[in-house]
């Protein structure tokens, strides 16, 4: 097949959130089993191109794109992924190009102007998506008949609006459209705030835009629905998000899917094991090797008294540890962590959904308990809960260390040299973090939502299912009670964690048995 992937990051080129390693991972896949795989990007000022080989500006080809009443010029560029046969066609325009990030406002760009604030949406976000989604069906018209694609697939709200564009386009009609939900919940939408807007810049029909009312907002999800197929990232969450008792979560979209009888399939995510493998250094990026699938965790505790070195109370580090603090503000610290500490650990988006509050408040309560208990975090997100996380962790001086920001040592080194990661989402689509902790020999403790319920309680992690603060503080003191002071079924349950990811979550596996499958289906 001729398979197109539309999406607004991959691993490697431009990151910002998980969507960016399903993307990548799906394009090598099926490219390493011999199908024809284009991937398109808009280019942003973060667009990194060291992996891209032959990247050149078509030069004989541009469109004009069809927005917001007017004719706007666009350009492309192509290049191939290292290592790969994956074609990747990037679309140029200033609109893209003279942005700092995917899908936020940096520091910069606030220093620039006052309005747009550091980690803020773009104002002009469906402008962006739409501008994208036409370019991307525009191309169509460079390519000769047998270059044409049999798919497309679409990630996420950002590129939702797609299948409605392609329908109309004449040399995309036979194509067959899926778009995958990422994220349903509230601020994940990418909605046109109302129906004059929505018409304006997508200019699409009035009947198209009438199915897709979600109250007074537009929704591409809905517009998606009206000539694609929806996927999600687990079976667990395509069940939540067409559950009208969800309608916290998903701003109201469950109520609109069940009540449409809109059918979503859920198909859980994969993890390429190879990009994190504890017993390689150059794929983990850990300092030291280890492998628990082999029950061999020494290196895991030099990870551990290494992380230590940094997380303490420290104005000066040596050199050894810029390439752990590039881009991090740490705030708070721990005293130098002894092998009878207790070492948990949270990486991710700081951000409601993802329960820190809840976090915070059963740390408060363990920690009347446990003066070996430390906790480490690692992730950026808004203002104002990064702001409480900084109070916590000054609050308890020698017991939280935060780094604010992204690093990918740090971030994988902070799960890697913890005993167990806390993940208390409030919803999750399919989650990534227990994967990767559980690669690590890190073991999840997680609230039993969405993507979250893969983890099989009491084998390869715990979870637990009323998300508050005492319950949650109830299921890190019983896992503690049950594999940290019981050596021999802590390691046991590692080495179970690890052994599942690898067998019954691998990309080529879900690429192959799940998506092809789906693709042919079509």
């Not at 197109?4 to 431009?14: A, D, H, K, T």
């Not at 990194?48 to 069809?66: C, R």
């Not at 094991?273 to 090797?289: A, T």
Request: with cysteine; proline share 3%.
């Amino acid at each position: 097949m001729n398979i197109w992937i539309v999406s607004m990051e991959c691993l490697g080129i431009q990151e910002a959130g998980g969507v960016k390693n399903v993307t990548y991972s799906l394009a090598k896949e099926f490219s390493s089993a011999g199908h024809e795989v284009t991937l398109f990007l808009p280019e942003f000022k973060c667009t990194s191109l060291s992996k891209i080989k032959n990247y050149k500006e078509i030069d004989t080809f541009s469109a004009n794109i069809n927005i917001c009443n007017q004719n706007l010029s666009c350009k492309y560029a192509e290049g191939i992924i290292e290592k790969s046969k994956i074609k990747v066609v990037f679309i140029l325009h200033d609109c893209f190009l003279t942005k700092d990030d995917i899908y936020v406002y940096s520091q910069n760009e606030e220093n620039e102007n006052f309005m747009h604030k550091k980690g803020c949406g773009h104002e002009d976000v469906n402008f962006l998506d739409v501008f994208f989604q036409k370019a991307v069906c525009s191309f169509a018209s460079f390519l000769p008949q047998k270059k044409l694609p049999d798919i497309i697939h679409c990630h996420d709200a950002s590129t939702a609006c797609l299948p409605a564009f392609s329908s109309k386009t004449e040399l995309l009609k036979n194509a067959k459209t899926l778009v995958t939900i990422h994220n349903a919940g509230p601020f994940y939408h990418h909605e046109f705030k109302d129906f004059e807007s929505a018409a304006y810049i997508t200019m699409l029909p009035s009947d198209v835009l009438e199915k897709a009312l979600n109250k007074n907002r537009i929704e591409p999800f809905l517009i998606a629905s009206q000539f694609s197929t929806l996927t999600t990232v687990s079976d667990f969450y395509a069940e939540e998000i067409t559950n009208p008792e969800n309608d916290e979560n998903t701003d109201g979209l469950a109520s609109l899917f069940f009540s449409k009888n809109i059918k979503i399939h859920g198909i859980t995510n994969g993890i390429d094991y190879s990009l994190y493998n504890p017993s390689s250094q150059k794929s983990s990026f850990l300092p030291f090797s280890y492998n628990p699938l082999k029950k061999d965790l020494a290196g895991k505790y030099k990870c551990r008294n290494f992380f230590s070195s940094y997380s303490e109370k420290c104005e000066n580090f040596s050199q050894n540890f810029e390439p752990y603090l590039e881009n991090l503000v740490k705030h708070g610290f721990l005293t130098p962590l002894k092998d009878s500490d207790i070492l948990l650990s949270y990486h991710g988006r700081i951000v409601y959904q993802k329960g820190i509050q809840i976090l915070q408040d059963a740390l408060r309560i363990l920690f009347s308990k446990y003066d070996n208990l430390k906790l480490a975090i690692a992730g950026q997100g808004d203002n104002e809960n990064v702001y409480k996380l900084i109070n916590f962790a000054n609050e308890f001086n020698g017991k939280i260390v935060y780094f604010e920001g992204y690093n990918k040592r740090t971030s994988r080194l902070c799960v890697a040299s913890s005993d167990f990661i806390i993940l208390p989402s409030f919803f999750e689509p399919c989650c990534l973090e227990d994967f990767i902790a559980q690669i690590f020999g890190t073991i999840p403790i997680a609230h039993k939502t969405g993507g979250l319920k893969k983890i099989i309680d009491g084998k390869t992690g715990f979870t637990y299912t009323e998300n508050t603060p005492e319950v949650l503080a109830d299921t890190i003191d019983s896992a503690i009670k049950n594999v940290f002071y019981n050596p021999e079924k802590k390691i046991s349950m590692i080495q179970n964690a690890s052994q599942n990811v690898k067998e019954n979550y691998s990309w080529k596996k879900i690429a192959r048995e799940k998506y092809i499958t789906f693709f042919k289906n079509l």
